[in-house]
């Protein structure tokens, strides 16, 4: 079989459109500022951090990323956890990201939100000065918890909003369906924010559905059971909506069993805007590269293949026009 090589791989230029930065907490940083900050932490080792790593389905691995995150106290702590993130972009050849960050995680344990948003849009200036990366940040709101906390959240970020181009929802999607968060996400398009949302990842084609008609979303984040409704694939084909598709984190979370059945280059092949992203790099085996070589592996993906993803993310990113015509010509 005349596989793709990692090499040509990495060196490919990347854009990544779905990067939760907490989900890029490496166990070495996370003991390191739990020393730090005097935090206890539940394992023993590095070693054993990553044992822990076996996920069965999105609430198992949810558990454990929160519990990871309590070691995040300080602007600096924001700022390494970006920076290192971007530094891992940087070797990847990644030239443009859009990372999200979970406020709530961090205010809810009494970490003010300036402090967050501060030390990540730091590290963001840094990259792009120094290593080239451009960058648009995005705020998600959890949605295990309630519109009225959405809310607040949203408040806390009107001093920031030249730092955020706008707002996700994420965590826990069965049961918690896009429409409960309408009039928050309505809210942030009047603040002119844009909006994305996690959906059809464990939950139903329905809420992919909903979260384009109820939160206007400019790009649906997985997205991979809309498959599952010929109307709903009709409609993405169409209309060219992005789904920010997330291949190692589906096989770690059991949302596909195996590589071999994932569904993204059937999806490309009839003419849905995927993309490829590495979702939460550190507790799912693997950032950009990895991603890509995944598919190339399980799937046979060809390098034409690879280029059309890297052009639909281009298409699909909030870069401006001039940005995404110069990310075109590296191509
Ligand atoms: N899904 C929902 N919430 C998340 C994820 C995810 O894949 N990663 C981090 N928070
Ligand atoms: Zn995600």
């Known amino acids: 079989m005349n596989t793709v090589s990692r090499d040509w791989l990495n060196k490919l230029h990347k854009v990544e459109l779905h990067l939760h930065l907490e989900g890029s907490l490496e166990p070495e940083l996370m003991f390191k500022l739990a020393q ?60 443009h990201v859009e990372p999200f ?4 995680t961090h205010t809810d344990r009494g970490v003010p939100f300036g402090t967050v948003v501060k030390g990540i849009s730091r590290a963001l200036k840094d990259a792009e000065s120094q290593l080239g990366i451009s960058s648009k940040l995005i705020m998600c709101f959890l949605r295990h918890l309630s519109e009225d906390e959405a809310f607040k959240t949203l408040a806390q970020a009107e001093p920031f909003l030249d730092l955020i181009i706008g707002v996700g929802l994420d965590s826990s999607e069965l049961g918690q369906p896009p429409q409960k968060f309408s009039r928050v996400f309505a809210k942030a398009r009047e ?53 920010t598709v997330c291949p190692l984190s589906n096989t770690k979370l059991c949302v596909f069993d195996d590589m071999s059945q994932h569904n993204i280059l059937a999806m490309l092949e009839q003419g849905v805007c995927v993309t490829v992203s590495s979702d939460d790099p550190a507790y799912f085996g693997g950032y950009m590269t990895e991603n890509f070589v995944a ?10 293949q690879a280029i059309s993803i890297v ?21």
């Open 191 to 243: 603040l002119g924010l844009l909006t994305v949302a996690h959906a059809g990842e464990e939950g139903p084609a329905e809420y992919v559905w909903t979260a384009i008609n109820d939160l206007k979303v400019s790009r649906v984040d997985h997205g991979v059971r809309s498959t599952d409704d010929p109307k709903l694939m009709k409609y993405l084909i169409e209309t060219r909506m992005p789904l």
């Open 311 to 331: 052009k639909n993310s281009i298409e699909a990113s909030f870069a401006s026009k001039e940005r995404k015509q110069q990310m075109m010509e590296l191509l």
């Open 36 to 95: 730090k900050n005097q935090i206890t932490l539940p394992f023993e080792s590095v070693e054993q951090v990553r044992q822990a790593y076996q996920f069965s389905n999105l609430q198992d691995f949810l558990d454990i990323y929160y519990q990871g995150a309590n070691v995040l106290l300080e602007e600096d702590d924001f700022y390494d956890l970006t920076w290192a993130y971007l530094t891992k972009c940087h070797e990847q050849n990644v030239i």
């Open 295 to 304: 598919l190339a592996e399980s799937l046979d993906m060809s390098k034409d």
């Open 101 to 104: 960050f979970d406020p709530q």
